[in-house]
């Protein structure tokens, strides 16, 4: 535009005139408002600001004038130019605010399609609500300890005095391995892991022990020959039937919410003495035992009695200190455990045992990653 | 152990209109758990019936079904005008004429079980005739009940059509069911839940009436004569050290029981049979002492309690001939002819019978153990095995006798002999130096000295507070004879807790101070497990038992070490004797289960432990409990226990990604499974190498990855299941599956991951297509290339594969790109390109690649 004036030529200084850069302004504004996209704004600009543009060559004659005629038709041919521009880059952003919004619009889909195309994965519920108890009691400064399924008979009923001729073996079935005098079982509880640890480390021992364990029962609604357990055992000086209870207040609120009321009776273990057996306030009817109020309908998750049955606990017995080389002059102990099926039938309304062995998918699935 | 109100009330006071549940609730406080509560919930109409006629129909179903007419006296007629009532019964144990227990429409049976007029098999039922069960008189549920059979001919005598049946069967009267835990013998009888009710009513004084508080005359010579002679005691302990016989004479053998008592033991759930044997039963339940009566006129000699010989039989009560085990205690007519196994089951040669006039009622006492396993062994489990097991208390063995005495006197009009025999060898009790703080630190409450000797009186037991070792805080405890199981300070703890009350024990939430939070192997778990989730499995949890077959199904070799199985001696079902030896082996179960249900498209894992043992079941020592078992036992014991190692299983099959929108599904393939462990290790930062086996059961041979660490370990394998396979084990085509060791990846992973310093210059890409021998594993050229491009590597990609005519056949074109970054400077065209040819070179020379 400031290019050397190649094409002098007097006649035509009367472009400089103000009426003739007037008009060449209307012109140009004009056409930048008709402008209604963004190529026919392009197509303006070129027409009236591009170099063959007539506010262009107007600038161009500005120096064949007089100079003293030069300043005040610079100033004319420049304010002109200047309005152009401005309203050139004012249409300039209408029109690209169009066009986004256009486009945004335009790419719109619907977006309550299926977006999962791959497969759902879920945990196991009985995995679940065990690491939750564990998490809890590891929280609480216990460690988790593990055992092996099939176990030494010895560490899953001799230690625990459970002797061969004691009743209360034989109220568990057993599963026996072949031959049945190896000495071998599926253990029938989570209490020998207790033993193991006992055998090898020295107290303080607090430990929560989950695990998969075994009884000759047949599957139906309450019934599962492999089940899981999660026991507690701690043993340390001076600990008390009060920390027992605390122990296992705690372990219900875990499980059952804050402030979930426990009572106890005196029960017998031949792995614990002096036993106990715990109920828990039922947390479906607040211990009412109805679950409408002024109902004669008796609550189905306790049966109407208010209270649910958690399970036996007690302090350890001298002769299983003993047996694991602990000195029961020195260290008192106690334990306590339940049946995590159970504890999922209670919390999460499972109807029964065969859901949760099953395998069916849908089962797993509705609990996710977390219960 | 079942008891009603008005049994209890005869030995302890009980306050007047106290429900059954209440009694139940007080028994709970001191530890007495309740099973059950009978009676008093039956509202009539119950009635006695008489068959009068009845049509037999032989259902579709083979069931027969009779049409009845029943005569009810009064109550007949309510709803057919003009008939006796017609009742539909599907019981068969009844003829024309026999009384019966018939509940009529309006009546309310155990459980709020209305009864009303209703069609049943064709025609309206006008009520029903009822079982033991239905009515809470017992378990048995075998038929209906007939009068006559339940309670003697003489009894039902008196009884006709419309009486009331409630009160007949005592089912007014509320009875409680105790479960008796195994060490507390002495609750299994009315004497002893009275005595712990009395206590959790504050055992006020005077409040308890023992009912084995009775004269008995002191033992002479003249008694019947009884040896105890048993020369193989059990652990040392005497099979029997007590032996009490008293000889009645002169019963009338045709006198019945007392109804009371025939009501009382129908209440308890037992059967009246006879005078004598109701008798028995009778005050074995008010004290729990089992007694047996033998008819004197089938004895010949002395009583000899003995031990069984090798290939002695005896023919039960039950009519069941038992070979005896040398460890089976017998009681014996003077030695050689066999009476009973003591303290479990009688014979049937001197049973009492309708002909006996002359009783020896047997009250003595048995080593538990001894009656425990001849109990177990002969699978025979009766009330006086019950009770002996548990313990029965040895010095009530007379008054048991004398009561058994008294009654048959009174009710069968005999009298009693002069003689008393009492053969005694119980030792007494030793006292218990019991330190009085001990059960308050045991338990964790401050109980007083005052108040600790005070329960201990209640509870029966002689304490001294002088004699050897008393002091201010110790005294000299001996139990009552009834409680065996108190033995130490424990023991003592826990009556001074349950007889303060439980509820009273605060709560204190201990505060371990060594926690180390979760170990590795147990935080490398739960990884496993969430990673094999956001792989898109959901987790199952399956039986570990397998069957015989399922070895060969799984196509394993002759030697695949996956074949020692361990064997159970008693499965579930004979069909799984085995325990698995692979989590996939049962994991397939819960695939087929979930496509048999219609989920074609399916992703199952588990996480458990395989059973592997190495070569035959070592025998597992079992040491005694005195001690800790010294290092070697120990060691001997832990070794015993056949490997256990973790695995991690998955199968999938179907669609690993569903059709929809965005275009077709796709089929799960060999790859998922193999990403499905890559996934896994990566998740555990744990590098792992990937090879081609071309043998190994149960996978496909040509589609099957062995996953390796970079030392040579292996991890697992995965892939396509075999075809094979999955027809033998009815799976779906082209299933997939891997397997891996969870252990292993631990142990991989135990070291914290050092972290590597990563270049911030610009990387440098370059792209390489060679071609290869079609049978060269891909994970091989990539190695190579690795080897040979130099520490500046950062990333080989392989981005195609191709095989086809341009290529040649018996070639593959594998399209690698090398990504390139050094750690200070950004790298020239001229080393990228030395570095790639490098890479190229390794390649050619290590798997005769050649570049495109
Ligand atoms: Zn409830």
Request: with cysteine; hydrophobic share 40%; aromatic share 6%.
């Amino acid at each position: 535009m400031s290019g050397p004036n190649t094409n002098y030529d007097p006649v035509e200084v009367a472009a400089l005139e103000p009426a003739a850069v007037q008009a060449a302004v209307d012109a140009a504004l004009a056409a930048i408002a008709a402008a209604s996209s963004l190529d026919e704004l392009k197509a303006a600009r070129t027409a009236h600001q591009g170099e063959k543009s007539p506010l262009a060559l107007a600038n161009r004659e500005i120096g064949a004038l007089p100079p003293s005629a030069k300043a005040e038709a610079g100033k004319r041919v420049g304010q002109a130019r200047g309005r152009v521009g401005q309203a050139l880059a004012a249409r300039q952003a209408e029109l690209e605010a169009e066009r986004d919004e256009r486009i945004l619009v335009e790419e719109r889909v619907d977006v309550t399609v299926p977006a999962l195309r791959r497969r759902l994965g879920a945990r196991h519920p009985i995995e679940l609500v065990a690491q939750r108890l564990v998490d809890s009691f590891v929280g609480m400064g216990w460690e988790v300890a593990e055992g092996p399924e099939l176990e030494a008979e010895w560490l899953n009923f001799d230690a625990l005095n459970l002797g061969p001729d004691h009743p209360a073996r034989q109220m568990q079935d057993t599963f026996f391995l072949d031959p049945v005098d190896s000495g071998l079982v599926l253990r029938t509880h989570t209490s020998p892991v207790q033993i193991r640890t006992m055998l090898e480390k020295e107290p303080p021992i607090y430990i929560v022990a989950p695990g998969k364990v075994f009884r000759t029962d047949d599957l139906d609604a309450t019934h599962t020959p492999v089940f899981h357990q999660i026991e507690c055992l701690a043993v340390d000086k001076g600990l008390t039937m009060a920390h027992l209870r605390g122990a296992i207040d705690a372990f219900v609120q875990i499980m059952f919410g804050e402030g979930t009321r426990t009572r106890v009776r005196a029960s017998y273990f031949p792995f614990t003495e002096p036993s106990m057996e715990t109920d828990f306030v039922c947390f479906a009817c607040h211990g009412s035992g109805s679950t409408t109020p002024g109902s004669a309908a008796q609550c189905r998750t306790c049966g109407g009695s208010g209270w649910i049955e958690l399970g036996g606990s007690g302090m350890v017995n001298r002769k299983v200190l003993a047996a694991c080389g602990i000195d029961p002059d020195v260290y008192s102990g106690f334990a306590f455990g339940l049946g995590i099926e159970r504890a999922l039938m209670l919390r999460h309304g499972v109807q029964g045992m065969h859901e949760m062995v099953e395998g069916d998918v849908r089962f797993s699935q509705q609990f996710g990653m977390e219960v | 152990m079942r008891m009603p109100l008005s049994w209890l009330a005869e030995y302890t006071d009980v306050p007047e209109g106290v429900t059954g549940a209440q009694v139940a609730a007080a028994l709970v406080s001191v530890g007495i758990e309740e099973e059950d509560l009978h009676g008093g919930d039956i509202t009539g109409p119950l009635v006695v019936g008489r068959v009068l006629e009845f049509e037999e129909q032989v259902q579709k179903n083979g069931k027969p079904i009779r049409y009845c007419v029943v005569d009810v006296g009064q109550h007949g007629q309510m709803l057919t005008e003009g008939k006796h009532q017609e009742i539909v019964c599907g019981a068969t144990n009844f003829e024309v004429g026999d009384l019966v227990v018939v509940v009529l429409p309006g009546g309310v049976l155990p459980g709020g079980f209305e009864i009303s007029a209703r069609k049943t098999y064709g025609r309206v039922s006008n009520g029903m005739i009822c079982a033991e069960d239905e009515i809470g008189l017992g378990d048995d549920h075998a038929g209906i009940i007939v009068l006559d059979e339940l309670l003697g001919a003489e009894e039902v005598a008196g009884v006709k059509p419309g009486d009331d049946a409630i009160a007949l069967l005592g089912l007014g009267e509320e009875t409680i069911e105790a479960n008796v835990t195994p060490d507390r013998g002495y609750c299994f009888s009315v004497r002893g839940l009275a005595r712990e009710y009395w206590h959790s009513q504050g055992s006020p004084a005077g409040g308890y009436r023992d009912p084995a508080l009775v004269e008995v005359p002191a033992a002479n010579e003249t008694g019947y004569r009884v040896v105890i002679d048993d020369d193989r005691p059990l652990g040392g302990v005497a099979g029997c050290d007590r032996y009490v016989a008293r000889t009645i004479r002169g019963i009338d053998p045709t006198r019945p029981s007392p109804k009371w008592m025939q009501k009382r033991l129908t209440q308890m759930g037992m059967r009246p049979i006879s005078l004598a044997v109701d008798v028995t039963n009778y005050v074995m339940l008010a004290v729990g002492q089992p007694l047996h009566a033998f008819d004197v006129d089938k004895l010949s000699g002395s009583i000899v309690v003995r031990r069984a010989r090798a290939g002695e039989k005896l023919t039960t009560l039950d009519d069941a001939e038992r070979a005896l085990d040398p460890e089976d205690l017998l009681i014996t007519d003077g030695g050689e002819h066999l009476l009973a196994i003591a303290g479990v089951m009688g014979g049937a040669s001197s049973e009492v019978d309708d002909s006996t006039t002359n009783v020896l009622v047997e009250s003595a006492h048995f080593d538990p153990t001894s009656v425990a396993r001849s109990s177990r062994r002969h699978k025979l489990v009766t009330e006086a095995s019950k009770r002996f097991e548990r313990g029965v208390d040895p010095q009530l063995a007379p008054a048991a006798a004398q009561l058994a005495v008294d009654l048959l006197v009174r009710y069968g009009g005999g009298t009693v002999d002069e003689g008393v025999t009492d053969v005694d060898h119980t030792t007494p009790r030793q006292p218990y130096l019991l330190d009085v703080t001990e059960p308050g630190r045991i338990v964790g409450v401050d109980y007083s000295r005052d108040r600790v000797l005070e329960v201990l009186r209640v509870l029966g037991c002689v304490v001294e507070e002088t004699g050897a070792g008393t002091d201010a805080t110790h005294v000299l405890v001996t139990p009552p004879s009834w409680r065996p199981d108190l033995v130490d300070g424990p023991d003592y703890a826990e009556e001074v807790a349950r007889i303060e009350g439980y509820n009273d024990i605060p709560s204190v939430i201990p505060t371990p101070t060594e926690g180390h939070g979760l170990t590795h192997g147990q935080h490398v778990r739960r990884v496993v497990a969430d990673a094999l989730a956001a792989a898109g499995c959901t987790e199952v949890l399956t039986y570990p038992f397998v069957s015989d077959g399922l070895a060969d199904e799984l196509m394993l070799a002759a030697d695949d070490d996956r074949r020692h199985a361990v064997r159970l001696a008693n499965p579930i079902s004979e069909e799984r004797p085995l325990m698995r030896t692979t989590v996939l082996s049962t994991l397939v179960d819960a695939l087929r289960r979930n496509v048999a249900r219609g989920h074609k498209d399916v992703a199952v894992s588990e996480i458990g432990l395989v059973f592997r043992p190495h070569g035959p079941v070592a025998q597992a020592p079992i040491p005694g409990v005195d001690g800790r078992p010294d290092h070697a036992l120990l060691a001997r014991l832990y070794a015993a226990v056949p490997d256990q190692p973790r695995h991690a299983a998955l199968v999938a099959c179907g669609l690993a990604e569903q059709a929809g929108w965005w275009g077709p599904g796709r089929t799960v393939d060999w790859s998922d499974a193999v990403a499905a462990v890559q996934t896994v290790a990566a998740a555990l930062a744990v590098p792992v190498v990937v090879a081609n086996d071309r043998d190994r059961a149960p996978w496909h041979p040509g589609r099957c990855a062995r996953i390796s660490l970079t030392d040579g370990t292996i991890v697992g394998w995965a892939g396509e299941l075999h075809p094979k396979v999955l027809a033998a084990l009815d799976l779906p085509a082209r299933t997939v599956a891997a397997e891996f060791d969870v252990d292993v990846l631990t142990a991989a992973s135990a070291e914290p991951v050092q972290a590597r310093q990563f270049s911030t210059f610009p990387p440098a890409l370059t792209d390489v297509a060679l071609l290869v021998d079609v049978d060269v594993p891909a994970a091989d050229v990539e190695a190579a290339l690795r080897r040979g491009a130099g520490s500046d590597l950062e990333a080989v990609t392989l981005f195609d594969v191709y095989e086809g005519e341009q290529v040649g056949s018996g070639h593959k074109s594998l399209a690698y790109r090398l990504t390139f970054r050094a750690p200070d400077r950004t790298l020239t065209t001229e080393e990228v390109n030395r570095f790639r040819d490098a890479a190229v070179g390794a390649a050619a020379e290590a798997v005769g690649a050649t570049q495109r």
